[in-house]
């Protein structure tokens, strides 16, 4: 795996921390990467500032907090010019109940993830999406019945060389 923009095996140490504890103090960081305070600490602002972390949040168990609907919806447009990508993408940025939105190759164009206090309010959504003239072509629910895993990935595994 090639990194990219000049990462070094420090910077990745620092990345993985965060991206697994969020915010740390100083030290903490520091004996994690195993590298002295200072340094580390001006690595990590480094990062901050070249847009390697876009910021840190905390897990919620959702399910101790509110009953919710959790439904992954395949998306198809009719016309896949650039200006048609552009205005669905940009619509569903606003959408707070999409949590999740990837496009993809192959039979459909976009996976999203929807969550939403209900069945109904989910539908609501979707007819909204709908008359929004998004250019929507046909869509695919699956509702899902648990959530088994939801994390980010191994950032150290991502970029460790392949073994042989």
């Known amino acids: 795996m090639r990194l990219r ?5 420090t910077d990745i140490r620092i990345l993985s921390a ?9 030290t903490k960081l520091a004996e994690i990467v195993n590298l002295s305070a200072t340094p580390c600490w001006a690595r990590l602002t480094r990062l901050r500032a070249e847009g390697f972390i876009r910021g840190y949040h905390a897990d919620i168990a959702l399910e101790r907090v509110v009953d919710v609907a959790r439904v992954v ?7 896949h010019r650039k200006s048609d990508f552009e ?11 999409i949590i999740n939105c990837v496009a993809t190759g192959g039979g459909s164009d976009y996976v999203m993830t929807v969550v939403t206090p209900s069945l109904a309010s989910f539908q609501e959504l979707m007819e909204e999406l709908l008359s929004a003239e998004l250019g929507i072509n046909k869509y695919m629910t699956y509702f899902a019945t648990r959530l088994i895993k939801a994390q980010q990935p191994n950032l ?6 392949p073994k042989k």
């Open 18 to 26: 965060v991206q697994k504890h969020g915010q740390l103090s100083k």
């Open 87 to 97: 205005r669905f993408e940009n619509h569903i940025r606003a959408e707070d109940a």
């Open 156 to 161: 150290a595994k991502l970029v460790s060389p």
């Open 73 to 79: 919806v395949t998306v198809s447009l009719e016309h």
């Open 5 to 9: 923009t000049g990462l070094d095996p």
